[in-house]
C-alpha cells in the first residue's frame, strides 16, 4: 500500500463514451477568452483547439486535381440530421483487413491512402488523411465533407458547457489508434493483449485478465457498475467483455442504469461507480439509436444523457466528495488536427497483427473532470516532466493511487505504472460552486428520463428513423451483428425473426 491521492474525494463516477474527437465536439470550445486556470501552471495558456480557417484536409476532384477542404463548425439547416454529422460510421479500425484505410491512414495519409505501416521514429502524423479515409462512392449530397465537420459550444451545449465549467484536457489521446474494445480494455486492464482492433465484426470477445474492479475492491473500495443494454448472455458489455470483474467481491452492485440515478438521489453510490450509456450503432438511415455519441446515429441524446448524468451527481447529497470524470473510448474516425505521439510503452511486450508494436498513443478524445475541487474554466495536460502525455491507463494509476495501491505491485501492464496521473487538477477544498444548466436545441431526439427510461419523439415524414423499437428485446450484441450485415430493411427483419425464434442458436453463432 502507499499514501493515497485526492483524500478529499470520496466517491468517482465513471462514465465513458464513444468515438469522438476532441476537435470534433469541444474544437471551438475555447474561441475566446483564453481558460482561467491551467494544469501545469507553466503550461500554455491557449486551449489546444479549432482556429477557423487554420485546419483542412486534401482530396481529389473529379478531374484529379488535389483540392484542400476546410474543416468548419458543422452547417446549419440539415433538419433532422443536424446532429447527426458525420452520416456513415467512418474507419475505426487500427487498419482495414483488405486495405491500409483505417486509423492510421487517417493520420499518416494526404490524399493517397497509405501503402503500409509507418516507420517507428518517422515523420509526424500531420493528420491529413480523415477525408480520404472516410470517402466513398455512396457518400452523396454532403460528399464526405461531413467528417471535416465539427460541433460548435451552441450545438452541443451540455458537453461544453461541463468542460468550460470544469476541467478539460487538451492532451488526452485514447491508449491504442483504434476502435472500442482494446481501447476499452487499456482502460479497464492496462492492456489489450496484442488486439490492436476489435477481434471480429461484432465486437464479441473476452479479455480474461484483471481489472482496476478487482484491485479496488482487494483495497477496500466499494464499487458500482450500472447499464442500460444487455450485451451477451445476459450481461452487460463491461460484464461480459472483462470477465474477471465478477471476480472482484465485497460491497459490490451490478444494475440498471435507474439504480444509479435512484442512488445518486438517495446519497448511496458506492465509492466507484462506473457507468454504460446506452449503445447506438449502424449506417446511413439504418441505425439504432443510443446515448454514447456513436455515429452516425444523433449526437444530442449523448448530450442530453450526459446532463442528466451530472445533474443526478451534482444535486446528490454527496456532490461535496465526489469526482465526475466524463471521457471517450476512442475517437471513431472523427477529425482531430493534435497528432498523437509515438513514445507509448509497450504493456506486455505483443505486436499486433499488421506487425503494430502498441508503441504510439491513439487520437486525443474528450476528457473532463467535474467536482466542487476543480477550478472553473481548467484546461489541463500531463505534468511538467513527463515524457508521457494522459492516456486510458491514466485513468487506471490514478484510481489505484486513489485506493492506496502501489502501481507497481498490480498485474495491468507496463505502460500504466508509468503513465501521468491528474491529481494535481484537484484542490484541496471546495473551489466551485456553480451548476450548469443548459437548454438543449430544439431539433433531435428526446431521451433519457432521470430514472433511466428512454423516450423518442418522430423525427419528421421522411427523414432518417432509429430502429429502436425493432429491436427492442434484442441484446445490442445481436443488434450490432444485424446492422452490421444488412444493409436493407427485409434483410434485418429477417434476422431480427431469426433472433426471436432461437435466441440462444443465434447468439452462440455470434461468438463463432
Request: one cysteine or more; proline letters at 9%.
Amino acid at each position: 500500500m502507499v499514501d493515497a491521492i485526492m483524500p478529499q474525494v470520496k466517491n468517482i463516477v465513471f462514465l465513458m463514451l464513444e468515438n469522438r474527437s476532441l476537435d470534433n465536439v469541444l474544437g471551438w470550445l475555447y474561441q475566446d477568452p483564453d481558460p482561467q486556470h491551467v494544469f501545469p501552471d507553466a503550461s500554455s495558456p491557449s486551449y489546444d483547439g479549432l482556429v477557423a480557417g487554420r485546419f483542412q484536409n486534401p482530396s481529389y476532384t473529379w478531374t484529379g486535381r488535389v483540392e484542400d477542404y476546410p474543416v468548419v463548425p458543422v452547417p446549419g439547416g440539415l433538419g433532422d440530421d443536424q446532429d447527426r454529422v458525420p452520416a456513415y460510421d467512418p474507419y475505426e479500425e487500427l487498419k482495414v483487413s483488405d486495405s491500409w484505410k483505417g486509423v492510421l491512414n487517417q493520420l499518416f495519409g494526404n490524399q493517397d491512402t497509405i501503402s503500409g505501416l509507418p516507420p517507428a521514429g518517422g515523420p509526424p502524423p500531420q493528420m491529413l488523411g480523415f477525408l480520404q479515409d472516410y470517402y466513398a462512392w455512396y457518400m452523396s449530397g454532403w460528399k464526405g465533407l461531413d467528417i471535416l465537420w465539427t460541433y460548435t459550444p451552441a450545438q452541443l451545449p451540455a458537453i461544453n458547457s461541463l468542460a468550460r465549467q470544469y476541467a478539460v484536457s487538451d492532451r488526452w489521446f485514447c491508449s491504442v489508434p483504434s476502435q472500442t474494445n482494446p481501447n476499452r480494455a487499456y482502460s479497464l486492464c492496462g492492456t489489450s493483449l496484442g488486439r490492436e482492433s476489435n477481434l471480429n465484426l461484432f465486437a464479441i470477445e473476452q479479455f480474461d485478465v484483471p481489472t482496476v474492479f478487482n484491485y479496488l475492491a482487494r483495497a477496500g473500495k466499494s464499487w458500482g457498475l450500472y447499464f442500460t443494454d444487455v450485451w451477451q448472455q445476459n450481461k452487460s458489455y463491461t460484464e461480459y467483455t472483462f470477465p474477471q470483474i465478477s471476480l472482484a467481491t465485497g460491497d459490490s452492485d451490478i444494475g440498471n442504469i435507474s439504480t444509479f440515478f435512484q442512488r445518486a438521489q438517495d446519497g448511496t453510490l458506492p465509492d466507484f461507480t462506473y457507468l454504460e450509456p446506452t449503445w447506438g450503432y449502424g449506417k446511413g438511415t439504418l441505425f439504432k439509436q443510443g446515448t454514447d455519441y456513436h455515429p452516425p446515429t444523433h449526437v444530442l441524446p449523448g448530450d442530453q444523457f450526459l446532463q442528466a448524468v451530472y445533474t443526478a451527481v451534482r444535486t446528490s447529497p454527496q456532490w461535496g466528495q465526489t469526482l465526475l470524470i466524463v471521457t471517450f473510448d476512442e475517437h471513431g474516425g472523427t477529425y482531430d488536427h493534435c497528432g498523437p505521439p509515438g513514445n507509448a510503452i509497450n504493456p506486455d511486450g505483443r505486436k499486433g497483427p499488421s506487425g503494430f508494436n502498441f508503441d504510439r498513443f491513439g487520437v486525443r478524445i474528450p476528457t473532463i473532470l467535474v467536482s466542487p475541487f476543480v477550478r472553473p474554466s481548467t484546461v489541463f495536460r500531463e505534468p511538467a516532466g513527463s515524457p508521457w502525455p494522459f492516456d486510458h491507463t491514466s485513468f487506471i494509476k490514478t484510481l489505484l493511487l486513489w485506493a492506496g495501491v502501489d502501481p507497481g505491485s498490480v498485474d495491468l501492464g507496463a505502460r500504466m505504472p508509468k503513465a501521468p496521473t491528474f491529481e494535481g487538477v484537484l484542490a484541496g477544498d471546495h473551489v466551485n460552486n456553480e451548476t450548469v444548466q443548459v437548454e438543449q436545441p430544439a431539433y433531435g431526439l428526446r431521451v433519457p428520463t432521470a430514472a433511466g427510461a428512454a423516450t423518442e419523439e418522430a423525427p419528421p415524414a421522411g427523414s432518417a428513423r432509429p430502429l429502436d423499437a425493432l429491436f427492442e428485446g434484442i441484446p445490442f450484441a445481436a443488434t450490432r451483428a444485424i446492422l452490421a450485415t444488412n444493409s436493407s430493411m427485409d434483410g434485418i427483419q429477417a434476422d431480427t425473426r431469426r433472433y426471436r425464434e432461437d435466441p440462444e442458436k443465434f447468439e452462440a453463432s455470434l461468438a463463432q
